[in-house]
């Protein structure tokens, strides 16, 4: 399979690169989402491509607009991206961009918590909340929680971490109309989408949403959802609690640069051997397949 670490298409104007996406401006109204094979791990961009795994997001990405479409309205707009570029830049769009509605984005991230496991882990260890909200004592790290959490983040600078923040923060930044908006339609976003997903054998431990507004004010879910980047899938015949349980993204990268004690999670990335590249490709290869019933759409 042919991997793309960076577009080169020339007949839109570039707006900016991310992480894993790079975009492109189409007319003053439209932007085309382009899922590069790129992968960061600690917040650093790896050098080497993960083949496919674009294609893997993007598609993951529009299964899950459609399913949930009746809660939000989204950024997609039905155009072919094939449409919008030139005859010799198709490949590189094909199964894995969107045209999407240009909209204002809310500078902070939707974090939803089904389970305690990560930062939320370290955080109720240390103070016995996760974000400030209180939680019973004796919980066991992959513990599903009573309810699921709301906890939101501060998007940062591209290489920074984002910030963990409280809602009454949120508020203050946003609106607390427009915050409890966003927070009652995330955890009826992520309740639906882990309901199906236990119907296919996955647990969804968290997620992130990411949302904007378009010239009317109409709050819209945009970039990427329930994505095995934006979210931690787990297989749910191989979950325990007290453990952290073996999951559908990335961790093969991530085990792999923990062993690395030279290196200081800061750029540049080190090299990863071909074996962690295949096995993290395999797993996201899995969990499409695992959660849609059918293989990648190459």
Known sequence: MKSLYQSTISSLPLLGRGKVRDNYAVGEDKILIVTTDRLSAFDVVMNEPIPGKGMVLNQMSDFWFEKLGHIVPNHLTGVAPESVVAPEEVEQVKGRAVVAKRLKPILVEAVVRGYIIGSGWKDYQATGAVCGIELPAGLKQADKLPEPLFTPAAKADLGEH?????????????????????????????????????????????????????????????????????????????????????????????????????????????????????????????????????????
């Open 162 to 298: 984002d910030e963990n923040i409280s809602f009454q923060d949120m508020e203050q930044r946003i609106g607390a109309e427009l915050a409890a908006k966003m927070r009652d339609i995330s955890i009826q976003l992520y309740k639906e989408a882990a309901d199906y997903a236990a119907t296919r054998g996955i647990i969804i431990a968290d997620t992130k949403f990411e949302f904007g507004l378009d010239d009317n004010g109409v709050l819209h879910l945009m970039d990427e959802v329930l994505t095995a980047d934006s979210s931690r899938f787990w297989p749910a015949d191989s979950y325990a609690p007290d453990m952290s349980p073996p999951s559908f993204d990335k961790q093969f990268v991530r085990d792999y640069l923990e062993t690395l004690t030279e290196w200081k999670k800061t750029p540049p990335a080190p090299t990863l051997p071909q074996d962690v590249i295949d096995k993290t490709q395999a797993k996201y290869f899995e969990a499409i397949e695992r959660l849609t019933g059918e293989k990648l759409k190459a």
